[in-house]
């Protein structure tokens, strides 16, 4: 389910400033933890809010890479 999730930075030291983080996973899942809550972690106390973003995946059946292709297009 995309969905968007903010994380901001702690009061004291807000700046302002914000990134989007687009959670990696070659589009078969996303690694939540690795990129957005570690950018959280490194980016708060500089004052910087961490914007994470869920996108579509593939369905969870199996597809072949001809499939595969074809559902990614229709994102585009």
């Not at 687009?22 to 490194?42: L, M, R, S």
Request: aromatic fraction near 10%; glycine fraction near 12%.
């Amino acid at each position: 389910m995309p969905s968007i999730t903010r994380f901001p930075a702690p009061e004291d030291v807000r700046n302002g400033m914000a990134i989007v983080v687009c959670a990696g996973g070659g589009y078969g899942g996303h690694d939540w933890k690795t990129h957005v809550i570690y950018a959280a972690e490194v980016f708060h106390p500089l004052g910087v809010t961490v914007i994470g973003l869920k996108y579509r995946t593939r369905p969870p059946y199996r597809l072949d890479n001809a499939g595969i292709q074809a559902l990614t297009l229709t994102d585009a």
